[in-house]
Structures are given as structure tokens and as C-alpha cells.
């Protein structure tokens, strides 16, 4: 099976695909405010380099939020437009649970700003904590009651430091454990604050 | 901390902003309200300069958001003026409010709740030629701003 994976949520920009669950092509780095001007190009190399049209995916797998309002969008919007134009499946990801994997107790977060996070907190196949928006007083105590978890984000705006996540890693593993979209037109980001 | 400065010209308006352009940071934000014609833009335009910013600074009224990235740091300048009823204001302008950045808000009392940390200026219209700047800080973080306006203001 050959899924295209695309991810703009936060402030990088990723793109990836895997065949049969092994990942055989892999692009991420840093572009706030620039994926919508990277994304088109960036997959177009995916697809150059990995042989793969993009009628030829059998699944596309996209963060869905919370995250960046503009970023979210602009992968799924992709996205959809794939899904719909190829008839590939369609399966959209927490932006927070890309950050772990399914091997790992982990707290995931992202700087939702006015001194409050995104967080999600997952253990293995389990969530512990649905995705919500906590304030940064809150993520705090809730980091320092449980230890035993790891912390992924860029967390300089806590003053803390956080692990760097593995999206593509990250998105691959959990996609067993999502149900494609029903009606990948439809598809709506997940922003939390509406 | 508040001060207060007369503008009797387009050039006392700009000296006052290229005083406070050369000590903006990363994460300053800047809160401009005063009546339609006050001003808003005109100094803006003058604080863009100070970052280095030759892109034509123009009125986002209708964009709502306008970014510029050919100075010293991003550069975002708001228009909140179409977003007074709350509605449409929620299109992520917080990430560049509390962003990268230099954040410039005209009318920033419409969105109060998304304006973080701001240096609040009010502008007042005197005469025709005249306006009256209140400058307001309310975080340590602009102090050094207020230290160097003592200089020119009263
Ligand atoms: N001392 C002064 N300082 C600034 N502007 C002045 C001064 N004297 C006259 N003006 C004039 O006032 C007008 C200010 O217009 P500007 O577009 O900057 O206002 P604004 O506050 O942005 O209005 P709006 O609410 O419509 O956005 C300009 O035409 C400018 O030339
Ligand atoms: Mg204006």
C-alpha cells in the first residue's frame, strides 16, 4: 500500500511516503509562513524521486490541528484535492499525537499563545487526554504530576525543554489506528478555538 | 508608565516613531487607536521605515493583515477596524501578534483579547496639523522605549 503523507500544522512543513508501512522517502524542515509557497514543490519532488504518481496512492495521510490556523489548512486542503481528484483514502491525524508514537507514553504541546497550549497526552494506542487547549499554569503542574511521561514541542515558550518530534515516524504509526474520512470534501481541520 | 508627545507636523509624528522603531524587539507589539484620520497609518509607515522596510507601507483595511519581511525583522501591520463586532476575528492573527516579530495594530482595542502584552498608543486629533500622542506601558519589557521618549515627551 502507497501512502502519501503531508503535514503542515505547526510550523514545519513534511511530506513523506511509505510503501507497505516503511517509509521510503522523506522531507521536513522548518517553514512558518512559507508552506503554502513549499508544499506544491515539495511533493512534486516526492513524487519525482519516489517513481509514485499521484494517482497512484492508495492512502493520504494529513495532519488535521490544532496548530497554526493558515498552516492546518494548507495541507489539508492539498490533501483533500488529492483524495478527491485519485479516489486514495483519506485519514487525518492529531497535529499533537504526530509528535509521539505508538511505543511511547508521551505529552504532547504546542504554543497556542495568550499564555496557553494545545495539548494532547497519549500512552501507546491509548489517548489519555483528548486534544484541548489547557493554560500554560495548567500544562505545567500537569507536566510535573506525571514524570513519567515524555514531553515533545518546542517548548521554549514555557521555558522548558521539550523532545523534537518525528512527524513522518509519528503519523505512520498511528494511521492503523484512524478511520479514513467518509467524505474527504467535507474534511474539517480541527483549530480549537472557533 | 505613560507619556505624552505633540505632533505639530509630519515630521514631529515621524521623529517620534523612528524613536520608538530603533528599540522595537522580537515579540514587541504596538496598540494604536485615535479617531478615522489620526494617524494611525502615517506613523506606522514611519516605524516600518525604522526596521529597514522599503516595501510601501500601505492601509490593511481591506487585507485586515499585511506582512513584510524585507527588514531587520518581520514586520506584521493590522487593521482591525472591520473586525469591531467580533466577527472573522478568529483567523489565527495571535500567532503573529505574539510572533517573530514586530505586530502593529490599528484599532487594537477591537480585538483587546488577542492583543497581548501591547505598548498601547492613543492619538488625538488637536487641529488640523496637530495631533497629541499617548504612549502607555504596562510591561517592563518596553521600558527602555519609555526611558528614550522622556527625551522628547512630557
Ligand atoms: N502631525 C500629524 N501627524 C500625523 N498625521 C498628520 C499630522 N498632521 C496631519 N496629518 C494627516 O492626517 C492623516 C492621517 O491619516 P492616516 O491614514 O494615517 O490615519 P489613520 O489613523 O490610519 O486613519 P484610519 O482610521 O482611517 O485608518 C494624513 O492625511 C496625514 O497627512
Ligand atoms: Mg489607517
Not at chain 1, 506525571?146 to 514531553?151: G, I, K, L, T
Not at chain 1, 467524505?183 to 472557533?194: E, R, W
Not at chain 2, 509624528?13 to 502615517?42: E, H, P, Y
Not at chain 2, 498601547?120 to 526611558?147: C, G
Request: hydrophobic content about 40%; some cysteine.
Amino acid at each position: 500500500m502507497k501512502v502519501l503523507i503531508l503535514d503542515s500544522s505547526n510550523t514545519d512543513l513534511s511530506v513523506g511516503v511509505s510503501i507497505d508501512n516503511k517509509i521510503i522517502y522523506k522531507m521536513s524542515y522548518e517553514a512558518w509562513q512559507r508552506q503554502s509557497e513549499f508544499m506544491i514543490p515539495e511533493i512534486e519532488k516526492a513524487v519525482k524521486e519516489t517513481g509514485i504518481e499521484l494517482k497512484d496512492f492508495d492512502e493520504i495521510l494529513c495532519g488535521k490541528g490544532p496548530g497554526s490556523y493558515t498552516g492546518i489548512r494548507i495541507a489539508l486542503t492539498i490533501a483533500k484535492t488529492i483524495s478527491v481528484m485519485s479516489g486514495a483514502k483519506l485519514k487525518l491525524i492529531s497535529s499533537l499525537r504526530m509528535f509521539g508514537n505508538r511505543e511511547k507514553k508521551f505529552i504532547a504541546l504546542i504554543n497556542a499563545r495568550s499564555a496557553r497550549s494545545y495539548i494532547g497526552v497519549y500512552d501507546h494506542d491509548q489517548i489519555i487526554l483528548e486534544d484541548t487547549i489547557l493554560s500554560n499554569e495548567e500544562v505545567k503542574k500537569y507536566i510535573f504530576e506525571h514524570p513519567d511521561y515524555e514531553v515533545y514541542g518546542d517548548l521554549n515558550y514555557l521555558n522548558l525543554k521539550g523532545k523534537e518530534p518525528m512527524i513522518i515516524e509519528g503519523m505512520l504509526s498511528f494511521s492503523s489506528l484512524i478511520k479514513e474520512e467518509e467524505n474527504p470534501m467535507s474534511s474539517k481541520p480541527v483549530y480549537l478555538k472557533d | 508608565m505613560e507619556v505624552r508627545y505633540v505632533s505639530n507636523s509630519l515630521e514631529d509624528t515621524k521623529k517620534l516613531a523612528l524613536m520608538i522603531g530603533k528599540n522595537l524587539f522580537r515579540g514587541s507589539v504596538i496598540s494604536l487607536n485615535g479617531d478615522l484620520g489620526a494617524g494611525k497609518t502615517t506613523f506606522t509607515q514611519s516605524l516600518a521605515l525604522s526596521l529597514g522596510i522599503e516595501d510601501k507601507v500601505s492601509s490593511p483595511t481591506f487585507n485586515i493583515l499585511k506582512c513584510y519581511f524585507d527588514g531587520s525583522m518581520p514586520f506584521y501591520h493590522i487593521d482591525a477596524y472591520r473586525l469591531e463586532d467580533g466577527t472573522n476575528a478568529n483567523i489565527g492573527l495571535e500567532e503573529v501578534i505574539e510572533g517573530d516579530g514586530v505586530c502593529v495594530i490599528e484599532w487594537g482595542q477591537f480585538i483587546k483579547e488577542m492583543v497581548f502584552e501591547p505598548l498601547d498608543i492613543q492619538i488625538k486629533i488637536l487641529d488640523n496639523n496637530s495631533r497629541e500622542f499617548v504612549i502607555t506601558s504596562n510591561f517592563s519589557k518596553y521600558d527602555v522605549i519609555m526611558e528614550d521618549l522622556k527625551e522628547i515627551c512630557r
